[in-house]
């Protein structure tokens, strides 16, 4: 199986790269990786939580739809250790759409660049990322009072699968 890139390849924003097309010539993207995150909203979405804590960055960054997953798991983990089990609510809140591509380089003595041209200068495409910036909130946990605590722990061990620094805000629902 191959191994994935170093993402520190990836950190830094870019344009957006979605061109899709159905028409195969206008399409630059021949192909939309799969999404690896299984799903966005976790716990028990109809109950009327008391307060909302919120995972914001702290700098602009892409973020690995890989690390979003990893997060996600991890944070709800948590939340349903620390405030049981369907007394929490785990939104994520970014989607990731922007499409990461590699141009290959050839292994061996002397080949350092593959002879194929402008046609194809734009890489193959690898993976899907978020596009995340400063301030923006990426993971949201609805609990009662009890459960804020288990929610900023929770939180936490989200934040830290992902690739940049992160807080946690405490918003009281009205």
């Known amino acids: 199986m191959a191994k994935l890139r170093k993402f520190v ?20 993207v021949r192909s939309r990786p799969h999404l690896k995150v299984a799903r966005f909203e976790t716990g028990d979405a109809k109950t009327n939580f008391k307060f909302k804590v919120h995972l914001v960055a702290m700098s602009d960054v892409q973020v690995r739809d890989n690390a979003l997953e990893s997060g996600r798991q991890a944070g709800g983990r948590a939340l349903e250790d620390g405030a049981g089990k369907n007394m929490y609510h785990l939104i994520l ?80 629902i009205k």
């Not at 990836?10 to 630059?28: A, Q």
């Not at 899907?128 to 990426?138: I, S």
């Not at 288990?150 to 918003?171: D, F, H, N, Q, Y």
């Open 9 to 28: 390849a990836y950190r830094r924003l870019e344009r957006p790269y979605t061109r899709v097309s159905k028409f195969r010539e206008k399409s630059y």
């Open 93 to 172: 809140r970014v989607y990731p759409h922007h499409i990461l591509r590699e141009n290959p380089l050839a292994a061996g003595a002397g080949a350092d660049r593959m002879s194929t041209g402008m046609s194809h200068s734009f890489g193959k495409s690898i993976g899907v990322a978020a596009r995340v910036f400063k301030g923006q909130q990426v993971f949201t946990a609805e609990v009662h009072k009890e459960g804020v605590e288990a929610a900023k722990e929770a939180m936490r061990k989200a934040g830290s699968k992902l690739p940049c620094r992160c807080t946690v805000t405490i918003e009281e």
